[in-house]
């Protein structure tokens, strides 16, 4: 469940204890018309190594709120807090993978990966710095596409070397928006399954939007459904009981997998249609 500011700061050793925490977050933004609450009043805490899906309608400021995270924008009020400290700006300890890959196509994917590890780790060696990531092109499944750019790769290939990208600098906590919206149905099971493989063995929390509901029930520990916008909060969360390692066949044939899934699929679209999307 959420927790109250309050709770959150009930005593120093919650403080010290919790991992990533938002606490009473709100963003409101000026326009010529006024004030314009994107969220308000969110709290909750995450704890280190959890696999955590946001999902919601678009402008329920999911992004918003992951951005906060990430640090690229500021709560207008409340903090986002990483280990009992205020996060102002983005930082190597949080990674953010984006839908669009945000490759540089005049780089090969070995040089995009380099080109993040060399700033992080300036007093590795250049030896060093290759071996990172000529390991994390391995664990993505390209180290046979080192040498490609871009434009060479295809849309599941150049997701694998924006996650090893991210990866290689070995971050605190990974920051999924929809990394996989825009591929194919086959293309994106793989990397779901590559994507749970690889946090089963670094364990580093992640935060993902995702529209999908199979996808989250499949990936994460729990999901957080928010309320529209504006002013949206979160509404509920659910904590996804399927034991891990997950077997994608056996989640299909449990019957909590539909009764998890029809739950999610009603509160999206009946207690928090769109407008546009009532009949």
Not at 112 to 131: C, W
């Amino acid at each position: 469940m959420t927790q109250s500011i309050a709770q959150t700061q009930a005593s120093a050793t919650v403080d010290r204890s919790e991992f990533l925490a938002i606490d009473n977050v709100s963003k409101v933004y000026p326009t010529p018309t006024g004030s314009y609450t994107v969220l308000e009043n969110i709290s909750t805490e995450i704890k280190e190594g959890e696999f955590i899906c946001l999902i919601g309608h678009s402008g329920c400021g999911k992004t918003t709120l992951l951005n906060m995270v990430s640090g690229f924008n500021i709560p207008t009020t409340g903090e986002v807090r990483l280990r009992g400290q205020r996060i102002t700006k983005p930082g190597p300890d949080r990674m953010v993978v984006f839908q669009g890959y945000a490759l540089l196509p005049w780089l090969t994917a070995f040089e995009n990966i380099y080109l993040g590890v060399d700033q992080v780790f300036p007093n590795k060696s250049q030896g060093e710095k290759a071996a990172i990531v000529r390991e994390h092109l391995a664990m993505v499944g390209l180290a046979d596409a080192a040498d490609k750019k871009p434009p060479q790769l295809s849309g599941g290939m150049k997701q694998r070397v924006a996650i090893a990208r991210a990866l290689a600098i070995r971050p605190e906590v990974l920051i999924l928006d929809e990394p996989f919206g825009a591929l194919d149905a086959i293309t994106k099971e793989e990397l779901q399954e590559e994507l749970l493989k690889i946090w089963n063995d670094h364990k580093c929390t992640v935060l993902m939007i995702t529209h999908d509901i199979d996808e989250a029930l499949f990936l994460a520990d729990r999901l957080i459904m928010m309320t529209n916008g504006p002013a949206a909060t979160i509404g509920e969360i659910i904590d996804i009981p399927f034991p891990r390692p997950r077997d994608r066949a056996r989640i299909m044939e449990d019957p909590e997998f539909y009764n998890l899934r029809n739950y999610a699929l009603d509160y999206l679209y009946r207690r928090y249609a769109h407008d546009d999307d009532a009949e």
